[in-house]
Each structure stands twice: as structure tokens, then as C-alpha cells.
């Protein structure tokens, strides 16, 4: 009886080093792919823009269309 349990909890521990060892694969690619990314609200017209694609002025952030032409 006690073998019984013993074969059951290393085959439970198999199982569960198998699981380990498949989820972060396909998760992890899966985060990868999924990047975020931070956002600036442009002070002029009051949109949220990627830090990236945002320039920054004296008042603050500002968007591509404020950046180029600040009196629109
Ligand atoms: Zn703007």
C-alpha cells in the first residue's frame, strides 16, 4: 500500500516538472510578443502618444503634429 502512494507521488512529481517545463516556453514567447508600452499625454491637445513617438517641449510632452506646428 505504501509503494502505491509512493509510485503515485512520483508520478504526480513527473507530471508536474513536465507542466513546469512546457508553460514557460509557449507563455514566454507568447509576453514577448505582447510589449508594452508607455504612453505621454501631449500638454497641447491633450492625447496620449508612445514616449517614443512624442517630442518634448518646454511645457511638457507634446505630440508629432504640436511638435512641428506649435500655434495649431
Ligand atoms: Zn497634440
Not at 507521488?9 to 508607455?38: M, N, T, Y
Not at 499625454?41 to 506646428?69: F, K, L, M, N, S
Request: with cysteine; charged share 30%; aromatic share 6%.
Amino acid at each position: 500500500m505504501g509503494r502505491l502512494i509512493l509510485i503515485g507521488l512520483a508520478i504526480f512529481a513527473v507530471f508536474l516538472v513536465l507542466r513546469r517545463i512546457r508553460w514557460p516556453q509557449g507563455h514566454g514567447l507568447d509576453r514577448k510578443s505582447r510589449r508594452f508600452e508607455s504612453t505621454v499625454r501631449c500638454v497641447r491637445c491633450g492625447a496620449y502618444v508612445a514616449r517614443r513617438h512624442a517630442e518634448t517641449c518646454d511645457d511638457g510632452p507634446v505630440c508629432r503634429i504640436h511638435a512641428t506646428d506649435p500655434e495649431r
